[in-house]
Nanobody, 126 residues
Framework: QVQLMESGGGSVQAGGSLRLSCTASEHHYSTNIMGWFRQVPGNEREAVAAISTTGGITSYSDPVKGRFTISHDNTKNTLYLQMNSLTPEDTDMYYC???????????????????WGEGTQVTVSS
């Protein structure tokens, strides 16, 4: 069982930056795809970014493309999300997730991910 723990959330003004981290309790040999999702209460959890931890391939949802950068440090079992040019629309609870397998085409599907963190709140004020 892989446990994920996010950190780095907080409050920032529009135009500011935050870097989220997600530390895994262990490396699971088949968790080759990891992602960041976000959710406002009452709304569906939506994908933000995904990364192949073996090949380094990344992918972003349209609202964050060009502003957010996902990365992974295999030596530290840690996933990152660098968020720049934040807007109030980015205010959400952010979750990291790890998926079993290599089905890259499922990278933005919530059901593909087996392990989830508890989330970290990001609040952007105007």
């Amino acid at each position: 069982q892989v446990q994920l723990m996010e950190s780095g959330g907080g409050s920032v003004q529009a135009g500011g930056s935050l870097r989220l981290s997600c530390t895994a309790s262990e490396h699971h040999y088949s968790t080759n795809i990891m992602g960041w999702f976000r959710q406002v209460p009452g709304n569906e959890r939506e994908a933000v970014a995904a990364i192949s931890t073996t090949g380094g391939i990344t992918s972003y949802s349209d609202p964050v493309k060009g502003r957010f950068t996902i990365s992974h440090d295999n030596t530290k079992n840690t996933l990152y999300l660098q968020m720049n040019s934040l807007t109030p629309e980015d205010t959400d609870m952010y979750y990291c997730a790890a998926a079993m397998g290599d089905a890259w085409y499922l990278r933005f599907s919530r059901s593909f991910y087996s392990f989830w963190g508890e989330g970290t709140q990001v609040t952007v004020s105007s």
